[in-house]
Nanobody
Framework: QVRLVESGGGLVQPGGSLRLSCAASGINFKIHTMDWYRQAAGKERELVATINSSGSSSYGDFVKGRFTISRNNPWNRVFLQMNSLKPEDTAIYYC?????????WGQGTQVTVSS
């Protein structure tokens, strides 16, 4: 059974930082591409960052160098370091992967950027 559990969200002031973590189980983690998505209220879910099994990463255009995705294979974890946060980054952030063409999602972690 695939399980993804996010943590690390919270309330932060504009310009602040947060580090999100996703713990994965039920998959051979090291071979899987892992993603972070986000969904703001009233908006569609969008891709934030992706990291493949080789450690290569890509980001949504809106990230513009502010976020960094990383992974720790022995720990079965993927991280999202978010710096220079803006109010428009407020959203629920979800961890995602696929296995045998099936998508798996975590429950999400709320990030709120507000003064």
């Amino acid at each position: 059974q695939v399980r993804l559990v996010e943590s690390g969200g919270g309330l932060v002031q504009p310009g602040g930082s947060l580090r999100l973590s996703c713990a994965a189980s039920g998959i051979n983690f090291k071979i899987h591409t892992m993603d972070w998505y986000r969904q703001a209220a009233g908006k569609e879910r969008e891709l934030v960052a992706t990291i493949n099994s080789s450690g290569s990463s890509s980001y949504g255009d809106f990230v513009k160098g502010r976020f960094t995705i990383s992974r720790n294979n022995p720990w079965n974890r993927v991280f999202l370091q978010m710096n220079s946060l803006k109010p428009e980054d407020t959203a629920i952030y979800y961890c995602h992967t696929t296995r045998q063409s099936i998508s798996y999602w975590g429950q999400g972690t709320q990030v709120t950027v507000s003064s």
